[in-house]
T-cell receptor, first 118, second 111 residues
Framework: KAGVTQTPRYLIKTRGQQVTLSCSPI?????VSWYQQTPGQGLQFLFE???????NKGNFPGRFSGRQFSNSRSEMNVSTLELGDSALYLC?????????????????FGPGTRLTVL | AQSVTQLDSHVSVSEGTPVLLRCNYS??????LFWYVQHPNKGLQLLLK??????LVKGINGFEAEFKKSETSFHLTKPSAHMSDAAEYFC?????????FGDGTTLTVKP
């Protein structure tokens, strides 16, 4: 079974530009979550999509947005890029997502997209 | 509200000696707990998970963790470190629709 794939793997942009990252989950997985990883802030949750709907959201500004398609593939968009957006962006898929109380939700991570903003 | 504290940002051991990576958590409800490992320039890989079944959880590559509710801890251990274990390790608490990651512990293994 193929794992989670993310494209592109590396990206260099300049301040003010926008960027779109793509994530293809494991076949059959309906939930896709996005995370930002930086040396200073660690791993921070951006949002989760399940069946084309955003189900959970972290504390990021509105410049960060996403969507999920009917085949569960997901895209993340960052508009008006800032230097501080330089990070490794990780996508994770799971069967049922982040669930409810007491539910376990094993996530499978992709290799990430390394975004550098100059 | 939930939170995770990984008590050590760096741990260094010699090859063949035991590994202990410490994690304390806080959660309003019975959480699911995970340990993930991240090798340089790679994504995260699940080592093991606790989901309210057995309190001693065995994972891949010889790792295990014990859930102690009274101490709100979920420490990761391995009897004998291998060079390939050198990586960053994340403790994760998950409940009520959100996952919270610890700040990570970098494990160094000396030959």
């Amino acid at each position: 079974k193929a794992g989670v794939t993310q494209t592109p793997r590396y990206l260099i942009k300049t301040r003010g530009q926008q960027v779109t990252l793509s994530c293809s989950p494991i076949s059959g997985h309906r939930s896709v979550s996005w995370y930002q990883q930086t040396p200073g802030q660690g791993l921070q949750f951006l949002f989760e999509y399940f069946s084309e709907t955003q189900r959970n959201k972290g504390n990021f500004p509105g410049r960060f947005s996403g969507r999920q398609f009917s085949n569960s593939r997901s895209e993340m968009n960052v508009s008006t890029l800032e230097l501080g957006d330089s990070a490794l962006y990780l996508c994770a898929s799971s069967l049922s997502g982040q669930g409810g109380y007491g539910a376990y939700n094993e996530q499978f991570f992709g290799p990430g997209t390394r975004l550098t903003v100059l | 509200a939930q939170s995770v504290t990984q008590l050590d940002s760096h741990v260094s051991v010699s090859e063949g000696t035991p590994v202990l990576l410490r994690c304390n958590y806080s959660s309003s409800y019975s959480p699911s707990l995970f340990w993930y490992v991240q090798h340089p320039n790679k994504g995260l890989q699940l080592l093991l998970k606790y989901t309210s079944a057995a309190t001693l959880v065995k994972g891949i590559n010889g790792f295990e963790a014990e859930f102690k509710k009274s101490e709100t801890s979920f420490h990761l251990t391995k009897p004998s470190a291998h060079m390939s274990d050198a990586a960053e390790y994340f403790c994760v608490v998950s409940n009520a629709g959100k996952s919270t990651f610890g700040d990570g512990t970098t494990l160094t293994v000396k030959p």
